[in-house]
């Protein structure tokens, strides 16, 4: 199967001619998903886990057996490590105030990655400030990449988290995450992996990773926008405080104090977006019939094409580690001496469709400053 006959499966492109260069900050939908969240919507629609007739009962078991379907995909032990979210960024947060709040202690530190996505920072700064911890980062050099030098100076024995983007959202560069994590637990700390931008283009087994936490949105691959995933480990969980209160996430209610349920319903607070999980479940089967090596071979095709292509042009300045083997798909550049959105704005008027964003530039100087 070709490009042209994947790009068939997507309905947007019959009914619009453009280029779609935006894919990390959301994917468009297959025919196939498209389908199956409507399918849902005709014949299924009720509330899971509230009703004792037939259709919420088949709602239920729509809505957990894609519970089921992800743990595989992504190899948990459990299921119930599994829990549903609106996206990454609730993920983050989730972790960050129901684990990072009660556990990280004033002078331990956090340690995140500079190149972050801010749903990845900004939640550690809340919890660096509100706990008297310290928030360090370990910087990239000239290549793009964390030099070994930067994980061995900055995860000590007195670090609590260590979050750490899989593949960064701007630069494309795919982390060494493996070693990080080891590095990581021998100094006793808690790993957040950020997943969003690798596991709609490679692999995720959790338990060979070892993360403690992963999280990633079903916008990024294929699936509807406002779902997402939190996968943390069984004993992780069980010990957390639940971040949204209400509906199924509660077993007893009395006038003083309530318990909760267990897992996973403990951290699903209110209805949840049942088609959009059955959407990320169309979606995955979607990524699975296609298989990775194809989706791999296909990317690496096109991004060396494009980084050889624009590599011959002397008025633009590209943003890529030169190793090609720890890059994913995503390109960065600027063209110089114009702004970014008024590149995207002529790009545009050619109907095609790429991410502008102001800030990269600058970011990327002050980061190679260090």
Known sequence: MNVDEIRKDFPIFENRDISYLDNGATTQKPLSVIEEV?????????NPHRGAYTLSMEATEIYENTRTKIAKFINARNREEIIFTKNASESLNLIAYSYGMENVKENQKIVLSIMEHHSNLVPWQKVAKT???TLEYMYINDDFEIPESEIIKKITPN???VGITHVSNSLGTINDVKKIIKFAHKNNAIVVLDCAQSIPHMKIDVQDLDADFIVFSGHKMLAPLGIGVLYGKK????????FLMGGDMIEYVYEQKTTFAPLPNKFEAGTQNVGGVVGLGAAIDYIEK????KISKLERDITLYAREELSKLNYLTLYMTPNVENHSSTISFNINGIHP???ASI????????????SLHTTTYEILKY
């Open 347 to 358: 790009l545009d008027s050619e109907s095609v469709c790429v991410r502008s964003r102001k």
């Open 159 to 161: 670090t609590k988290i």
């Open 290 to 293: 296609l298989g990775y090596d």
């Open 235 to 242: 004993e992780l969980l069980d010990n957390m405080t639940p």
């Open 38 to 46: 409507n399918n849902f919507y005709k014949k299924f629609n009720a």
């Open 341 to 343: 959105h008024d590149i």
């Open 131 to 133: 706990t008297g911890a």
